[in-house]
């Protein structure tokens, strides 16, 4: 069964780094097509950054762009989202899953993860 822990978050000021990890279970082939979201308080989830490594692109949303990098490790089966000059805005409950913002509907019944809170505070 797939499952997706998420870890590496916590309390950070404005301007610092956090790197999330996800670790991930029960994949049959190697971490191709991935995500990272989030939700806020009062928000809907939203996606910040996706790989597509079979299709050769990465994207990142604007909030988060230049910002945040996502990456790989298929010998750990671990996906990283190292996250740089952290705003305040970025406080929320991130979230790892399969899927890049071209091909989220395929693995639409994926459960999802408990998440990392990641707080942006002086």
């Known amino acids: 069964q797939v499952q997706l822990v998420e870890s590496g978050g916590g309390l950070i000021q404005p301007g610092g780094s956090l790197r999330l990890s996800c670790q991930t279970y029960?994949?049959?082939?190697?971490?191709?097509?991935m995500a990272w979201y989030r939700k806020s308080s009062g928000t809907e989830r939203e996606m910040v950054a996706s790989?597509?490594?079979?299709?050769?692109?990465?994207h990142y949303d604007d909030s988060v762009k230049g910002r945040f990098t996502i990456s790989r490790d298929n010998a750990k089966n671990m996906i990283f989202l190292q996250m740089d000059n952290l705003k305040p805005e970025g406080t929320a409950v991130y979230y790892c899953?399969?899927?890049?913002?071209?091909?989220?509907?395929?693995?639409?019944?994926?459960?999802w993860g408990q998440g990392t809170q990641v707080t942006v505070s002086s």
């Open positions: 029960g994949f049959t082939d190697a971490i191709a097509s």
């Open positions: 790989m597509n490594f079979d299709r050769g692109f990465t």
């Open positions: 899953r399969r899927g890049a913002k071209d091909n989220t509907y395929v693995y639409r019944d994926d459960p």
